[in-house]
């Protein structure tokens, strides 16, 4: 079994009644939280998840939609969590993991042990690629991307049983996208702009990329399923424009999820 359930897909302001980017990838013995924004514990309450299932967290980069929920998390684990409980391994860039603790330090004060001490932590360099074997089924491999200086992402590629699940965080082009998403039976592609109707975006800005080149991308890393994700609220009520400008220039499944949608690989 390989599942990827979607548990938002907004942009750091999302659509009305949408949540930020955040998913779920869960296997028979692994469920792993990709990036944790701040509505994660509704998140995780509407689809019926506990945090205690979550044995990994990946976090893509350190901006606040996608690691603001990071220090409530960690607050069930050590309020809810059975006291033999194994707490969730957790794997980030050098620069994210301390965010993450200046966060917890910041809202639960100075003294972070209580609720960092026990999670294994798995620190990834930002600027460089890496692999690591999460567990003997699942090895992530890790490409940096072309977001932010302050917050450099960290795309996942993640390699299960000789299928192939890739999602780029927030990034504009770059080369490296290709890399992690060749020959995958899913790309979740940062999405954030319509270049059909935002001409101007047609490049990718502010460090996002356009519906457009999301499918430009799935084509070339000749992708089996497109995800849009990271969706701007500049674009509530007119999501099928993105959908049908990815389909323009990808000829394979592609669609916008939305809270709740789970695909079975």
Not at 32 to 54: H, T
Request: glycine content about 8%; aromatic content about 8%; overall charge negative.
């Amino acid at each position: 079994m390989i599942e990827v359930l979607f548990l938002g897909v907004g942009a750091a302001l999302p659509m009305s009644g949408q949540t930020n980017s955040s998913y779920l990838l869960r296997t028979d013995k692994a469920c792993i939280l990709i990036d944790c924004g701040p509505a994660i514990m509704q998140q995780l309450s509407a689809v019926g998840v506990s945090p205690g299932e979550i044995t990994h967290v990946y976090f893509t980069h350190r901006h606040g939609d996608h690691c603001l929920g990071f220090p409530m998390l960690m607050l069930w684990w050590a309020i809810s969590a059975p006291p033999a409980a194994t707490y969730p391994v957790v794997i980030a860039g050098e620069l994210t993991f301390k965010s993450l603790e200046q966060l917890v330090a910041a809202i639960f004060g100075g003294d972070t042990e209580g609720l960092l001490g026990r999670i294994e932590r798995v620190t990834l360099p930002d600027r460089q690629p890496s692999v690591v074997h999460l567990t003997p089924e699942i090895t992530l491999h890790t490409q940096p991307l072309n977001h932010a200086e302050f917050a450099p992402d960290l795309g996942a590629r993640f390699e299960i049983g000789g299928k192939v699940l890739a999602f780029t965080g927030d990034t504009s082009p770059t080369d490296n996208i290709l890399v992690l998403a060749r020959d995958a039976d899913l790309l979740v592609h940062d999405s954030t702009y319509c270049a059909t109707l935002n001409p101007e975006f047609s490049a990718g800005i502010y460090g996002h990329s356009t519906a457009q080149i999301s499918a430009r991308n799935a084509t070339a890393a000749g992708v089996r399923r497109l995800a849009l994700a990271h969706i701007d609220a500049l674009y509530e009520g007119r999501q099928q424009v993105l959908l049908e400008e990815a389909q323009r220039d990808y000829r394979g499944q592609v669609s916008i999820p939305v809270a709740g949608t789970l695909f079975s690989f």
